[in-house]
Nanobody, 124 residues
Framework: QVQLVESGGGLVQAGDSLRLSCAAS????????MGWFRQAPGKEREFVAA????????YYADSVKGRFTISRDIAKNTVYLQMNSLKPDDTAIYYC?????????????????WGQGTQVTVSS
């Protein structure tokens, strides 16, 4: 059983940085993609970033390109989301997700495993 546990959320001011972590357990993750999604109040959940466990290819939503960086530590089975230059529009619950052999990275239906989420609040 795959388990994903997010941490690192909090309340920050616009322009600040945060690093989210997603600790994954339950299996080896070869062939998996690990993604970050977010859901703001009153909005649908949206794709933020993803990384393929093998090879480390990364993918980003246009809204976060140049500000967010996704990475993974294979030895620790952990995925990180470094968020810089945060804006109030980044306020959301951030979810870690995992899925194997994902064809369409931003499509959340392809990720069967989800964490509980961590709240990020950016004040202006």
């Amino acid at each position: 059983q795959v388990q994903l546990v997010e941490s690192g959320g909090g309340l920050v001011q616009a322009g600040d940085s945060l690093r989210l972590s997603c600790a994954a357990s339950g299996r080896t993750f070869s062939g998996y993609a690990m993604g970050w999604f977010r859901q703001a109040p009153g909005k649908e959940r949206e794709f933020v970033a993803a990384i393929r466990w093998n090879g480390g290819n990364t993918y980003y939503a246009d809204s976060v390109k140049g500000r967010f960086t996704i990475s993974r530590d294979i030895a620790k089975n952990t995925v990180y989301l470094q968020m810089n230059s945060l804006k109030p529009d980044d306020t959301a619950i951030y979810y870690c997700a995992a899925g194997r052999y994902i064809a369409t990275i931003p499509r959340e239906a392809e990720y069967p495993y989800w964490g509980q989420g961590t709240q990020v609040t950016v004040s202006s």
